[in-house]
């Protein structure tokens, strides 16, 4: 149990809130797996703050974008600790 939240708790502080990973490979179009995290006491909580921070982040940094794809939002949580991702591509 302890192990589990100290690793959560990692996690969480490594990603620390919404990053990009770099591109995946694909031919004409650049794709992205964009995530977001959130702590809080009820794991419901947590699951709409990671959702809330993941549609921000893709609303304010990648809106610049023109012919965008981009996947379902899927949530994750290990306890409190939530992370809400999804495939952004560009063509």
Do not use: W
Request: charged share 25%.
């Amino acid at each position: 149990m302890g192990r589990l939240l100290i690793v959560s708790f990692v996690v969480a502080s490594i990603l620390g809130g919404a990053s990009v990973s770099q591109p995946a490979a694909a031919e004409d179009e650049e794709c992205y797996v964009v995530r977001a995290t959130a702590d809080a006491r009820n794991q419901n909580i947590a699951r709409d703050r990671a959702e809330r921070r993941l549609q921000t982040y893709i609303g304010r940094k990648l809106n610049a974008f023109t012919g965008k794809t981009i996947s379902p939002i899927r949530t994750t949580c290990i306890r409190n600790a939530c992370e809400a991702s999804a495939a952004f591509c560009r063509h």
